[in-house]
């Protein structure tokens, strides 16, 4: 099965640039790959956008493997987020058409739904492979700013045309960047008496938040409710 999807996943590269994730493309990858039209179905139900959904889930995949053969252990945690975004661009960096049709597929409406939950994936992808252990409302802070830095260096990175795509790395510096000097001031809020009293309410809704399977019952990516 891994070996029919791989093969259909492949044939359809060459068809998503002329095509995008269209219904064309699907049947131009069943047809090129030699995979029986009724298997291929059965692998990609949805068609056109389960072969999406694929491309984006092998990126993740390259992106954890490479990231769990650098040696990382001498950067900042900050150069580590960052590598990890950079690798997942790398994955796909020849295939960047095939990304800019997929970001287009998933903002239609219909499978906006599908397109968050693969971003937010990709978020936790980066954190478990650096070996995140927050519980709680960090679990899920830390992924959807993750999330929300990852979505807009993609749309940066796609209208990149610097060398080796220099002015997207300078970009996703920035945001981390961004992102940190919002923790700093957070862990000072926190740490000032009168200020601390006043995220006392805010402080203690968050701190009722738990991590998947620690017990809090919530509808969210990549959660699974407890029972």
Do not use: C
Request: glycine share 8%; aromatic share 8%; net charge neutral.
């Amino acid at each position: 099965m891994d070996d029919a999807k791989t093969r259909i996943l492949d044939a359809s590269l060459p068809h998503v640039t002329f095509d995008g994730w269209s219904q064309a493309t699907f049947e131009g990858a069943i047809e090129d790959s030699g995979v029986d039209p009724a298997l291929a179905r059965s692998l990609f139900p949805r068609g056109a956008l389960d072969l999406a959904i694929a491309f984006h889930k092998r990126g993740d995949a390259q992106m954890v493997a490479r990231l769990k053969a650098e040696n990382l252990l001498l950067m900042r945690f900050r150069d580590r987020i960052a590598a990890g975004v950079r690798f997942r661009l790398e994955a796909v960096a020849e295939h960047k058409e095939a990304v800019r049709r997929g970001t287009a597929l998933f903002a239609l409406p219909m499978n906006a739904g599908d397109g968050a939950k693969l971003v937010w994936g990709t978020a936790d992808a980066i954190w478990t492979a650096l070996g995140d252990q927050s519980k709680d409302h960090n679990w899920y802070t830390k992924r959807a700013t993750l999330s929300a830095v990852y979505g807009s260096t993609v749309l940066f990175w796609l209208g990149d045309e610097s060398e080796d795509h220099a002015a997207t790395w300078e970009f996703l510096d920035r945001r981390i960047d961004n992102v940190m000097q919002f923790e700093k001031v957070k862990a000072q809020v926190n740490a000032n008496p009168v200020a601390s009293k006043l995220m006392a309410g805010p402080n203690w809704l968050l701190s009722q938040i738990k991590a998947p399977g620690s017990g809090f019952d919530a509808d969210l990516p990549g959660h699974t409710k407890s029972k």
